[in-house]
C-alpha cells in the first residue's frame, strides 16, 4: 500500500529564512506528487504538482524518485505562508490521493 | 470557480442520532470524496464516488454510509453518531481529465456530544 510521511508536525522559522517541509513517500508504481496548502480559515487548496515543475508563490518541489521524496522548499519565507501544508500522492490510474499528516509551517516577523 | 459547498460549517449532534452532511458541487465534476481532517492524522478518505450511484470505500468507512443520487450531490451518514465521530469533515470534487486536482469545500466541523 502506499504511503505518505511528513516528518514534522511543526516548522516555526523567521521571516527570510529558507523553509524545507519534507514529505517522503512509498508507493511501487510511478506517483504522481502534489502539495496541498490551507490557509486560516481558507479550503485546502492544490498549490502545486510535481509534473508541472511550476513554482508557486516562490515554492518550489522537485521529485526524488531515488529518495523517495518531494520536498516544498522556498528560499526566503514570508508571513503569509504561515499555514497547514500536505503532501498528497496520487497512484497511476486512480482519482484518490493518499495525502500526509500535515506539516504546520509559523513564519514568525 | 468552482464551488463545492456543504450544507452546515458547525454541527452538534447527540450520541446515536443519525447525521446527513450534505455536499453539492457545481462543475459536473464525476468524483465527489469525503474525508475527515483530524489534528496529527491529516485527511482520511471515508468514502469516493466516481459517478451517480457509485461508491467505493476509502480508508476508514465504518461507521459511515454515502449516498449519490444526482451528479452534484454527495451526501454523508452517519447512522447512529458516536462521539468518536467528533471531527472536522470535507467535502472534495475533481473532474475525470483533471482528477489530481481537487476541489474543496469549506468543512463541517461536526460535535457529537
Known amino acids: 500500500a502506499q504511503r505518505v510521511t511528513q516528518p514534522e508536525k511543526l516548522l516555526s522559522v523567521f521571516k527570510g529564512a529558507p523553509v524545507e517541509l519534507k514529505c517522503n513517500y512509498s508507493?511501487?508504481?510511478?506517483?504522481?506528487l502534489f502539495w496541498y496548502v490551507q490557509y486560516s480559515r481558507q479550503r485546502l487548496q492544490l498549490l502545486l504538482r510535481?509534473?508541472s515543475r511550476e513554482s508557486i508563490k516562490g515554492f518550489t518541489a522537485d521529485l526524488n524518485k531515488g529518495e523517495t521524496s518531494f520536498h516544498l522548499k522556498k528560499p526566503f519565507a514570508q508571513e503569509e505562508d504561515s499555514a497547514m501544508y500536505y503532501c498528497a500522492l496520487r497512484r497511476s490510474g486512480y482519482s484518490t490521493l493518499t495525502f500526509g499528516k500535515g506539516t504546520m509551517l509559523l513564519v514568525s516577523p | 470557480d468552482v464551488k463545492v459547498t456543504q450544507s452546515s460549517r458547525y454541527l452538534v449532534k447527540r450520541t446515536g442520532e443519525k447525521v446527513f452532511l450534505e455536499c453539492v458541487q457545481d462543475m459536473d465534476h464525476e468524483n465527489m470524496f469525503w474525508y475527515r481532517q483530524d489534528p496529527g492524522l491529516g485527511l482520511r478518505l471515508i468514502y469516493f464516488?466516481?459517478?451517480?450511484?457509485?461508491?467505493e470505500k476509502g480508508d476508514i468507512p465504518e461507521g459511515y454510509s454515502v449516498s449519490r443520487e444526482k451528479k452534484e450531490r454527495f451526501s454523508l451518514i452517519l447512522e447512529s453518531a458516536s462521539t468518536n465521530q467528533t471531527s472536522m469533515y470535507l467535502c472534495?470534487?475533481?473532474?475525470?481529465?483533471?482528477?489530481?486536482?481537487?476541489?474543496f469545500g469549506p468543512g463541517t466541523r461536526l460535535t457529537v456530544t
Open positions: 508507493y511501487s508504481g510511478s506517483p504522481e
Open positions: 510535481h509534473i
Open positions: 472534495a470534487s475533481s473532474g475525470y481529465r483533471s482528477s489530481y486536482e481537487q476541489y
Open positions: 464516488s466516481y459517478d451517480v450511484k457509485m461508491k
